[in-house]
T-cell receptor
């Protein structure tokens, strides 16, 4: 059972364009939604995260949009740069306390062309 | 910032041998660490949750006798792949969350992974 569905699988964007990656979840108990960036041969690094009590969160060029009723959230990368070329994973977890595990989406391979 | 160190970064071993991977939280304490496995161009699959001072909790389908996890201190968890076979070849990544009492969903920090190749 795939609890977090991510699309597209791959994405090509021109430099300066907007990259948009979408995720949908099934479990309404999820209450924490982070996005991770992973470069080849490296572990994932946290980019930005959101909780369901807000509909949008922005940090620099990265914005998360969250639609609780649709159980969807997306990552927008504004002014995309070649250095943003990486694999992006959405994730979700439930509960607090630091013991909860993250469930990852399948990943999106982003290529930003100069 | 919180740093998770994983060692070794790469290891090649012969079939039938055992390999130990270490995961350390360098500047924070972590009562809980997570071990993930990632195949090429695929997502991270949670293998087990490692709890300091107690037995690890394994995900469905993960052989606990095959993948031994020990979390002996608040800053160290180890994953031992026993009697490794070529199908165990993968990218293993650990993660840790800073243990702050009552902290709601503090960020999960990942190590840089270990590339295991079993020949």
């Amino acid at each position: 059972q795939q609890q977090v569905k991510q699309s597209p699988q791959s994405l090509i964007v021109q430099k300066g364009g907007i990259s948009i990656i979408n995720c949908a979840y099934e479990n309404t108990a999820f209450d924490y939604f982070p996005w991770y960036q992973q470069f080849p041969g490296k572990g994932p690094a946290l980019l930005i995260a959101i909780r369901p009590d807000v509909s949008e969160k922005k940090e620099g060029r990265f914005t998360i949009s969250f639609n609780k009723s649709a159980k969807q959230f997306s990552l927008h990368i504004m002014d995309s740069q070649p250095g943003d070329s990486a694999t992006y994973f959405c994730a979700a977890s439930k509960g607090g306390g630091g013991y909860n595990k993250l469930i990852f989406g399948a990943g999106t391979r982003l290529a930003v062309h100069p | 910032g919180a740093v998770v160190s994983q060692h070794p970064s790469r290891v090649i071993c012969k079939s039938g041998t055992s390999v130990k991977i270490e995961c350390r939280s360098l500047d924070f304490q972590a009562t809980t660490m997570f071990w993930y496995r990632q195949f090429p161009k695929q997502s991270l699959m949670l293998m087990a949750t490692s709890n300091e001072g107690s037995k690890a909790t394994y995900e469905q389908g993960v052989e606990k006798d095959k993948f031994l996890i020990n979390h002996a201190s608040l800053t160290l968890s180890t994953l031992t792949v026993t009697s490794a076979h070529p199908e165990d070849s993968s990218f293993y990544i650990c993660s840790a969350r800073q243990s702050v009492g009552g902290h709601y969903n503090s960020p999960l920090h990942f190590g840089n992974g270990t590339r295991l190749t079993v020949t």
